[in-house]
């Protein structure tokens, strides 16, 4: 058996606040495959950016392990994307500037920078709008940036927090498409964190539900939908609708949980 991609042994996170101690992420276990692609969905506030924040090794565990490529993670590992909410496209520099500063922040002369950065500007559809600056860009243009941004350094692991949720529905499902095509065989192991079990489900192998605050495991779904994808074709499938019900019954639970916390403490 291969050395897993990513792997939480009995990971906890505890926040000092201005409450006192509370504990984000409890004791989670979790295995990921080098070209895994897992979602992981659970309520609002529940520890899923925290869990993202223990593999980028952006914040230290406070018990337990984590584990990346067979090595104990102390600071940011080699070989890790990121996608969030909000990209992290510089607004005075142009499309391809902007794919190209990775490549150079690697230490590529500018020339061959800038001809990765080509690249993926094409791969990701953008072809055309190399000299554009962001402002003149849509959101879902905007998205494409950052995609070619993390992919141009050919991760092994890309972490994405809601990388899609600020889009409107017909952009995201058609960034949802363009993820899975650039991923497939790309033998990058995913970790996808969405508030939508429908965006979860269309794009992953591997659905994991997390409990309320302090995240821990509650349960894990094996998504056996056939590969390619397309991802509004699928959601309308009856293998889909099936899957959907079950991982809504474990997550719902979780939500209700989530609610009562927070009108119990006023929030
Ligand atoms: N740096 C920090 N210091 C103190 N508390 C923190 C810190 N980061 C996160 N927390 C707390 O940990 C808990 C989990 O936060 P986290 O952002 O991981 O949840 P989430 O599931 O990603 O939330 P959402 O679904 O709203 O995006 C929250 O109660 C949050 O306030």
């Known amino acids: 058996m291969s050395t897993p991609a990513i792997e939480l042994r009995e990971a906890t996170k505890r926040f000092r606040g201005s409450s006192g101690i509370m504990t984000a992420v409890q004791d989670l276990t979790i295995s990921i495959r080098p070209g ?3 979602a992981v969905v659970g309520p609002t506030g529940c520890g899923k950016s925290t869990t993202l924040s223990l593999v980028a090794g952006l914040e230290p565990a406070s018990s337990g392990e984590v ?12 070989g890790i994307g990121y996608m ?17 500063t990775g490549p150079r922040y690697r230490g590529s002369s500018k020339k061959d920078a800038r001809q990765a950065a080509a690249a993926w500007v094409d791969r990701v559809g953008l072809a055309g709008f190399e000299g554009f600056y962001p402002h003149q860009l849509s959101g879902g243009m905007r998205k494409r940036v950052a995609l070619a941004q ?3 350094n050919d991760p092994r692991i890309l972490l994405m927090d809601e990388p899609f949720s600020a889009l409107d529905v017909q952009t995201r499902g058609l960034m949802q498409d363009e993820l899975l095509r650039l991923w497939q065989g790309s033998g990058a192991a995913v970790i996808f964190v969405t508030h939508d079990l429908e965006e979860a489900i269309a794009l992953a192998d591997r659905v994991v539900v997390l409990t309320a605050v302090p995240a821990t495991m509650k349960a894990e779904f094996a998504i056996d939908l056939p590969r390619p994808r397309d991802v509004e074709a699928i959601r309308l499938t009856t293998a889909f609708l099936e899957i959907y019900r079950e991982v809504w019954q474990s997550l719902r639970d979780e939500v209700a949980r989530a609610r009562r916390g927070a009108t119990l403490s006023g929030n």
């Open 150 to 152: 993390t992919l141009v």
């Open 36 to 38: 895994e692609f897992v």
């Open 84 to 100: 969030f909410q909000q990209d992290a496209i510089l607004p005075w520099r142009s499309v391809l500037d902007n794919v190209a």
């Open 67 to 78: 584990i990346v490529h067979g090595e104990p993670v102390r600071g940011i590992p080699a």
